[in-house]
């Protein structure tokens, strides 16, 4: 499993990769041709979508490396016991509501299906909104791939201080 979670995140690793080169290539084209005084009508537009996209698919890769917001110097004050039933339910209002999230973005979709990008009008904007359930079910697979160890770290007996994929670790050696 930890191999599976490993080749997920360099896969999204290189997503967000590719959306940063893409969004600073495309901003930098769109500053040269502003300055010769022949503005891309298209720039702002495919700008502001590159950083959504970015924004969501680097909030998947977030999640893959147990990197998103949380209160984890909370959880590990306590005893192993409510310590794992906190964490399940925290993994479960997650996983919720991402799961709800995704579910909303593709009824989304169906509603935008006659829209195009104004500056782009051979663009549909459901294309572009596309990143919400997209990026929501990424989350819910990272999430899967990374309870294990969030159930090991917090059925330690010594939680304060270590993270989930050192409790893994640990429990491996």
Do not use: N
Not at 69 to 86: F, N, T
């Amino acid at each position: 499993m930890l191999k599976l979670r490993k080749l997920y995140e360099a896969a999204l690793e290189w997503i967000v990769i590719a959306l940063m080169v893409a969004l600073a290539v495309e901003v930098t084209v769109g500053v040269v041709f502003r300055t010769i005084g022949a503005s891309l009508v298209w720039y702002d537009e495919v700008a502001s979508i590159l950083l959504a996209w970015l924004t969501f698919y680097g909030s998947a890769y977030a999640a893959a490396k147990r990197g998103h917001i949380s209160c984890p110097e909370l959880v590990a004050l306590m005893p192993p016991g409510p310590r794992l039933a906190v964490t399940i339910a925290v993994e479960a209002l997650v996983i919720g509501f991402f799961a709800l999230l995704g579910v909303i973005g593709w009824q989304v979709l169906d509603v935008l299906a006659t829209d195009t990008l104004v500056s782009l009008p051979e663009v549909p904007v459901s294309l572009v909104q596309s990143v919400v359930p997209i990026s929501a079910a990424l989350i819910i697979v990272a999430e899967l791939l990374t309870l294990p160890e969030a159930l090991a770290w917090a059925r330690t007996e010594r939680a304060h201080g270590a993270t989930a994929e050192g409790a893994v670790r640990e429990a491996s050696h």
